[in-house]
């Protein structure tokens, strides 16, 4: 059944997700938030990758026995994004804003990343490369890294379209399979930007 999730602080909806007799169960046993992912047909505890998560303070059936609403104390952001709420989106505003440009996609390809990481779909590379884990994946990393370097010697000596375009690519690799990496620790992209920030100022 679908179930609502309130912050018990103020009743603010932090999100909407899907529970089975076992999801329920297992949050009320364990007193942290549970869901039955629907995508890959198992049990999952919100929080359970992120470490953001849900402390149950109560759990209501509805009238009709057709929807749970929950209370919960968030231990932190619950959104993938890191939003507060899965909610704290304007819809129209996404809707009439124009395709994020520059480094604004990069929160676009963050949030595609985040959400593989939190529901695994099959067939995606994403999810290939998050389930063999952080050695596997930091070495992609460390393989896109020699690329990089490969690539900028390449365009040093000859210098045109194609060596460019080369090189472009790589950086390309290298900054996706670091946003990958960066997933699999739960290390979000504000964190790094505020690093960056920190380093500027010195």
Not at 162 to 181: I, N, Q, S
Request: charged share 25%.
């Amino acid at each position: 059944v679908p179930t609502v999730v309130q912050d018990a602080a103020d009743g603010h909806v932090l999100m909407l997700a899907w529970q089975d007799r076992e999801a329920l169960e297992a949050t009320l046993h364990t007193g942290e938030v549970h869901f039955h992912s629907r995508s890959r047909d198992r049990l999952w505890r919100k929080g359970e990758t992120s470490g953001n998560v849900l402390r149950l303070v109560s759990a209501q059936l509805d009238c009709d026995g057709d929807a749970i609403l929950l209370t919960a104390v968030p231990a932190g952001p619950t959104c993938h994004t890191g939003a507060r709420s899965c909610f704290d989106h304007v819809a129209a505003e996404r809707a009439l804003a124009a395709p994020p440009q520059g480094f604004a996609w990069l929160e676009t390809l963050w949030s595609t990343i985040a959400d593989r990481a939190a529901t695994r779909p099959g067939g995606s590379y994403t999810t290939r490369l998050l389930e063999v884990g952080v050695d596997a994946v930091a070495r992609k990393v460390a393989e896109e890294a020699t690329e990089v370097v490969l690539a900028a010697k390449d365009d040093a000596a000859a210098g045109n379209d194609e060596t460019k375009g080369a090189l472009t690519g790589e950086l390309a690799d290298l900054l996706y399979h670091a946003l990958v990496l960066a997933a699999e620790r739960s290390v979000p992209p504000a964190a790094i930007i505020d690093e960056l920030r920190l380093r500027h100022v010195r």
